[in-house]
Nanobody, 119 residues
């Protein structure tokens, strides 16, 4: 089982990016999915989360600018990031609670994708 994130890059302030993260492998179910980020010298923080039913939560710093969504059939979570600010610069990690074919649940992290917002 692995999470593969993509979509990071360099963008000017005010611009937008869309991150994607696909879960693959011997999976029988995916529950909570989310995005975290870690800026240089700072702790990793939750950006947004989404349940399998579609309930969402956001960090106050991204409310109104970022939108999390998911496609359960594709086992993929997305993060649409609009009105980006330099302080959004960080490595973004996806995270998911996944039930393997064995029936056991485990939390997984993606490899991280770098988002750089220039001023």
């Amino acid at each position: 089982v692995q999470l593969q994130a993509s979509g990071g890059g360099l963008v000017q302030a005010g611009g937008f990016l869309r991150l994607s993260c696909e879960a693959s492998g011997s999976i029988s179910g995916v529950a909570l999915m989310g995005w975290y980020r870690q800026a240089p010298g700072k702790q990793r923080e939750l950006v947004a989360g989404i349940s399998s039913a579609g309930s969402t939560n956001y960090a106050d710093s991204v409310k109104g600018r970022f939108t999390i969504s998911r496609d359960n059939a594709k086992k993929t979570v997305y993060l649409q990031m609009n009105s980006l600010k330099p302080e959004d610069t960080a490595v973004y990690y996806c995270n998911a609670d996944i039930r393997r074919l064995s029936g056991s649940w485990r939390n997984y992290w993606g490899q991280g994708t770098l988002v750089t917002v220039s001023s």
